[in-house]
T-cell receptor, first 114, second 115 residues
Framework: GAGVSQSPRYKVAKRGQDVALRCDPI?????LFWYQQALGQGPEFLTY????????KSGLPSDRFFAERPEGSVSTLKIQRTQQEDSAVYLC????????????FGQGTRLTVV | AQSVTQLGSHVSVSEGALVLLRCNYS??????LFWYVQYPNQGLQLLLK??????LVKGINGFEAEFKKSETSFHLTKPSAHMSDAAEYFC?????????????FGTGTRLKVLA
């Protein structure tokens, strides 16, 4: 498709379980972002990639969160030993370059930790 | 550090009335400013953006915003609200010239349009 694709759309995990969230950005987009959006809140920055390089991971809340983009296209956000506070919508976005172009967002993955 | 403040978490307007959603930003360098809209269970869609040049920017669906540096504001307006405008609106700031590439979002304003 032409847009940013995220899978799965919905994920229910038991507390302590590991999860992996996938993002397929728009083809050719250099920049890729991950955001966490809690219910009723704005998106909170997690991490940023420029091609395969993770240039900013200042928003990752703990060392349980890990993201990768090994070939500069598809990205995976991994959360280890999930906790209830990890329940949120995880949004992926991509943009063509690093300057003033807009970010295109996927529909998000809603993670519920029970 | 950059930040965004959206005044009013909920705004209600009558159909056909003016829409005004407020956004103030804080930035030590010239900012790039964005308004995004989010419909239920959807991702964010860009309405409009300001980078450089003309301070009044027009976007999709009849929305526009004006960058006012002296007021550090980027308020979103639409002359006449439509029922389909009901959604959550997010203002965002970005300062790539500072070496920071992330978008920083406000907490959002939920717009309700009354028939």
């Amino acid at each position: 498709g032409a847009g940013v694709s995220q899978s799965p759309r919905y994920k229910v995990a038991k507390r302590g379980q590991d999860v992996a969230l996938r993002c397929d950005p728009i083809s050719g987009h250099v920049s890729l972002f991950w955001y966490q959006q809690a219910l009723g809140q704005g998106p909170e920055f997690l991490t940023y990639f420029q091609n395969e390089a993770q240039l900013d991971k200042s928003g990752l809340p703990s060392d349980r969160f890990f993201a990768e983009r090994p070939e500069g296209s598809v990205s995976t956000l991994k959360i280890q030993r999930t906790q209830q506070e990890d329940s949120a919508v995880y949004l992926c976005a991509s943009s063509l370059d690093t300057l003033n172009t807009e970010a295109f967002f996927g529909q998000g993955t809603r993670l519920t930790v029970v | 550090a950059q930040s965004v403040t959206q005044l009013g978490s909920h705004v209600s307007v009558s159909e056909g009335a003016l829409v005004l959603l407020r956004c103030n930003y804080s930035s030590s360098v010239p900012p790039y400013l964005f308004w995004y809209v989010q419909y239920p269970n959807q991702g964010l869609q860009l309405l409009l953006k300001y980078t450089t040049g003309a301070t009044l920017v027009k976007g999709i669906n009849g929305f526009e915003a004006e960058f006012k540096k002296s007021e550090t504001s980027f308020h979103l307006t639409k002359p006449s609200a439509h029922m389909s405008d009901a959604a959550e609106y997010f203002c965002a700031v970005r300062t790539p010239t500072s070496g920071t590439y992330k978008y920083i979002f406000g907490t959002g304003t939920r717009l309700k349009v009354l028939a």
